[in-house]
């Protein structure tokens, strides 16, 4: 399992990003995707989540409203729209799956709201 996060950056507050995922070695529709993030000093909390058909997400009360995952099956990716992004957004941004029953990361993509 294989996962490769990109398109993070520095943005003004206010502003907005899109994430990317590129995942390979397991059958991705099969599975739900998620993105977690770390700010520093603070533990790896969930922001959002997608079934495998895409049909289903769920979201951190504290992006609701502002960040969108998706994902393109036939691409093997997911991404994060994150909009009306705030200073409090600024993390690592990582992407998750559990493949029979073991977690695969991805090496994180830093996120930075700042003016």
């Known amino acids: 399992v294989q996962l490769v996060e990109s398109g993070g950056g520095l943005v003004q507050p206010g502003g907005s990003l899109r994430l990317s995922c590129a995942a390979s070695?397991?059958?991705?529709?099969?599975?739900?995707m998620s993105w977690y993030r770390q700010a520093p000093g603070k533990e790896r909390e969930l922001v959002a989540v997608?079934?495998?058909?895409?049909?289903?997400?769920n979201y951190a009360f504290s992006v609701r409203g502002r960040f969108t995952i998706s994902r393109d099956n036939a691409k093997n990716t997911v991404y994060l729209q994150m909009n009306n992004l705030k200073p409090e957004d600024t993390a690592v941004y990582y992407c998750?799956?559990?493949?029979?029953?073991?977690?695969?990361w991805g090496q994180g993509t830093q996120v930075t709201v700042s003016s």
């Open positions: 997608i079934s495998g058909r895409g049909g289903s997400t």
């Open positions: 070695g397991f059958t991705f529709s099969s599975y739900a």
């Open positions: 998750n799956v559990v493949v029979q029953g073991r977690g695969a």
